[in-house]
């Protein structure tokens, strides 16, 4: 099992940017794909985003294809999601998740070990 850590969510004007940070425990990280994913008050959780495992490949939902990037660093078993352009609907909590596998995908039962997420409030 690996313990995820989410960081960097805050409140930001429209327009703005943040960069969340996903810390990762054990040594399997780079062994995996990380995804993001976000969950608004009253609504599903939806996919944001994900890198496969040696960060090779990214795969992004359309609504954030453009404005959000995910890198990774594998010597420091983190993840991150650039967020620029910020809207109020990208209002939520921010989650990074371990995928089953190397490669990315969209699908939420792909992914286990669930970080505790992070807010992330824009304002308009």
């Known amino acids: 099992q690996v313990q995820l850590v989410e960081s960097g969510g805050g409140l930001v004007q429209a327009g703005g940017s943040l960069r969340l940070s996903c810390a990762a425990s054990?040594?399997?990280?780079?062994?995996?794909?990380m995804g993001w994913f976000r969950q608004a008050p009253g609504k599903e959780r939806e996919f944001v985003g994900a890198i496969s495992a040696r960060g090779g490949n990214t795969y992004y939902a359309d609504s954030m294809k453009g404005r959000f990037t995910i890198s990774r660093d594998n010597a420091k078993n983190t993840v991150y999601l650039q967020m620029n352009s910020l809207k109020p609907e990208d209002t939520a909590v921010y989650y990074c998740a371990r995928g089953l596998l190397a490669s990315v995908s969209y699908n939420r039962e792909r992914y286990v070990d669930w970080g505790q997420g992070t807010q992330v409030t824009v304002s308009s």
């Open positions: 054990g040594r399997t990280f780079s062994s995996y794909a």
